[in-house]
């Protein structure tokens, strides 16, 4: 389970450090892919094909499955851990998530997030968290 949060940058050339915690349980080859509430998700090979698998049994006919694949799948890309802990992110995932220099890498259990910094302090205020809690019962929490 991934968990944490960690603030690195994103070089010139687009790379980015994986905190070592998290490279130990993603292995040397992972995929990231465009997420939710703008950021980038990040999974490792197995979780991957979990939700491909779980994507490739959506039926065709509907609209929504259709644009649904489309968005995770279209925007992935396998990434490599080079020598110095660092991926390179592709322009067009860091395009999406708004990342251009200072990054925030966060656990969420099966899945990493990548953050632009700004995206991150605003998405994630806390102030509500006792409604929110309320709320959550009706999902077995």
């Not at 980038?40 to 994507?55: C, G």
């Amino acid at each position: 389970m991934f968990m944490g949060e960690y603030n690195h940058t994103v070089d010139a050339k687009g790379r980015l450090i994986v905190p070592s915690k998290f490279r130990e349980q993603l292995g040397d080859e992972f995929v990231v892919t465009k997420g939710l509430d703008g950021c980038l998700f990040v999974y490792e090979n197995s979780e991957w094909k979990a939700l491909e698998d779980k994507l490739h049994a959506l039926p065709l006919t509907n609209a929504n499955a259709r644009k649904f694949s489309r968005f995770f799948l279209a925007g992935a890309t396998a990434c490599e851990v080079d020598k110095q802990g660092r991926i390179l992110l592709p322009a067009v995932l860091r395009d999406f998530a708004g990342i251009e220099k200072d990054a925030v890498l966060v656990g969420v259990g099966s899945r990493i997030e990548i953050w632009a910094r700004d995206r991150w302090t605003e998405a994630n205020s806390y102030d509500d968290m006792e409604e929110i809690a309320e709320n959550m019962e009706g999902l077995g929490i």
